[in-house]
Each structure stands twice: as C-alpha cells, then as structure tokens.
C-alpha cells in the first residue's frame, strides 16, 4: 500500500481545485505535483492562467496560489502499479475538509476520467459537490495535443476571471 506523501497546494484564496488521482513514480520522486516532464499540466495551466511556464516547485506553487488555483489528489493511499491509473486498487480517499473549509472553493476539477471516476465514487457522496472532468494532462492521453489541452482546461480561466 503506497500513501500519498505530497502535501496539497492551497490558501485562503484558492477558488478552484484540482484534482489528480495518485502521484506518478516521478511526481513522488520529485515530492510535488505533476513532475514527470511529459506530463503537460504545467504548460497547460501557465497557457490558461496566461504565464511562463514554471520551473521549479516554488514557482509552481506560486504561479498555482497567485491565481488562486488549489491542487491534490483524489487519493489517500492505495495499491498501483508503476504510475499506472488502471492499476490502482484497495484506494483510500483523501479528506478535502481541510481545503474545503479554508477556502471558498468554487468549482473543482478532475485531471483525467480515472480521478472523476474515483471523485465520484469516493468523495462526491461526502462533500455533495460536483466534479467536473477534465482530459488528463498525462502523456499517455495522446489523442489530445497541447491545444485541445489548453482549450477544454480554458474553463478554469473562466472561473477565475470571474473571482
């Protein structure tokens, strides 16, 4: 059983969340978000919220925190092969209380179908508020280049916008 070791990114003025499902091998190597350097999250969030492309942790966090975007994961522990969704079992969700009751979260997103499924499934009933699912930023989503990325994650630009 592997526990998510990565603590979230948010504040007081975090108005949208995003959710992974687990960490990648190379995302608990680098003990933060997204850091396999195929993975297009970083680009598609800098084009989104209209930045550089961050390089290190600190300038992720601060470019995430600036625009008031909060990210985790959807799980707390469980079984995976490698950095494998479809391998994940035996999952132990994470308690988003802690984000929920400090920040006004006003919409919460999933990065990819494997972490709307699990939201679904594990935290909606819970918390009661929906998840909306975006197409996973992985490498291995390759039927979505960079700017269909970049385009279907626009929403979160929308909802800043209007903060």
Known sequence: MLRHTIDPVYDSQSIVLVLGSFPSVKSREERFFYGHKQNRFW???????????????????????????AVWDVIASCEITGSSDASIRDVVPNDLSPILSCADIRAIYTNGGK??????????????????????????????SLEKLVEAWGVIGEVIKCR
């Open 43 to 69: 680009r598609v969030m800098a084009q989104v919220l209209g930045c550089e492309v961050p390089g290190d942790v600190a300038q992720k966090r601060e470019m995430l925190l600036s625009h008031h975007v």
């Open 115 to 144: 972490a709307g499924q699990l939201y679904k499934k594990y935290i909606f009933p819970v918390i009661g508020q929906e998840a909306h699912i975006l197409p996973s930023t992985s490498p291995a989503n390759a039927g979505y």
